[in-house]
């Protein structure tokens, strides 16, 4: 096959900036990232990204089922070329962000995730599976490498937030590679990392929305106190928001941001029981 640039060339393909468009094209990593997802010829791959189709012709060498989402239309001609052969894989031109997950996964049975995320919709597109995803497995990702950091992060570290916790709740998250800004073309600002998270592990809580708006609320302001933040996000009095951190056993002058994803946990629970967040 013509080399991936060549193959955009031809088509006459505009990269988009409005896309975060940052293609692969070294068949070693590719090769590498699909077995970092654990990818074997009985896993079904869900792709976010398909862009060029590199990735994605790798995927389908070696899985089951290959199902990728790819925003921009005008990259059809370019993987009719490049996924030309490819049996097993099917396209879906549109956003994934408004696709139905539940009729997806419906369709797909278990399956994992494996793509070189478009920096744009990082986030968004990650915290559907942790948040909504109901049959997927896990979750291999290229993100940019300040992203990895805050995705795996420690309590009490500046890149610990919300997005760390959220992950936690579900599983385990660490990254398995690193990669240079080098090996993509158009060629980004930033360097890159490859990240697993395996939903597996995690903690129970007594209600998702309330860990959620707990967690929401624990990053309020990271400079303010959790009780401060308890007293703007809840409207309660002081000495009530005192009474819920004692409940939680959480002593005066904490900051949400110390307390790691376990312990947002149970205060949540605790908040919940009390009568917070229920509708």
Same mark, same amino acid.
Request: proline share 3%.
């Given at each position: 096959? &013509? ?8 088509? %006459?393909? /505009?990269? *988009? ?10 068949? !070693?990593?590719?090769? /590498?990232? $699909? ?9 079904? $791959? ?29 990259? /059809? ?12 894989? &099917?396209?879906?031109? %549109?956003?994934?962000? *408004? ?16 793509? !070189?995320?478009?920096?744009? #919709? ?9 948040? &909504?995803? *109901? ?9 940019? &490498? ?19 916790? /959220? ?21 980004? !600002? #930033? ?10 592990? %995690? ?24 009780? !401060?933040? $308890? ?33 947002? %946990? ?14």
């Amino acid at each position: 096959m &013509e080399a991936y640039r060549d193959i955009l060339q031809k088509h %006459g393909f /505009a990269f *988009k900036k409005a896309f975060g468009q940052n293609f692969l094209g070294d068949s !070693n990593l590719l090769d /590498a990232i $699909v077995k970092d997802a654990g990818v074997g010829r009985d896993t079904t $791959v869900l792709e976010i990204g398909t862009g060029a189709g590199a990735l994605t012709r790798a995927l389908s060498k070696a899985a089951k089922r290959v199902l990728s989402y790819e925003i921009d239309g005008t990259l /059809a001609p370019v993987l009719s070329e490049t996924l030309a052969g490819c049996e097993n894989t &099917e396209v879906v031109f %549109g956003d994934f962000l *408004k696709a139905d997950l539940k009729a997806i996964e419906e369709d797909l049975g278990e399956y994992t995730v494996c793509a !070189n995320l478009p920096y744009y #919709v990082t986030t968004p597109v990650l915290l559907r599976f942790v948040e &909504e995803a *109901k049959k997927c497995r896990s979750v291999t990702v290229m993100v940019q &490498e300040e992203v990895a950091a805050r995705f795996s992060a420690r309590e009490n570290t500046p890149a610990y937030g919300a997005v760390t916790a /959220a992950i936690a709740h579900r599983g385990t998250c660490r990254t398995v590679r690193k990669v240079p800004r080098t090996l993509f073309f158009p060629r980004p !600002n #930033v360097d890159s990392a490859v990240v697993r998270i395996d939903f597996t592990g %995690g903690f129970s809580v007594k209600s998702e929305r309330a860990f959620r708006e707990t967690v929401k609320l624990a990053f309020l302001s990271r400079r303010k106190t959790l009780e !401060n933040n $308890v007293i703007n996000a809840l409207h309660v009095s002081r000495e009530r928001a005192k009474e819920l951190l004692s409940l939680a056993g959480v002593g005066e002058g904490v900051r949400g941001e110390t307390l790691s994803p376990a312990r947002l %946990g149970e205060f949540s629970d605790v908040l919940f029981g009390e009568g917070f967040f229920r509708t």
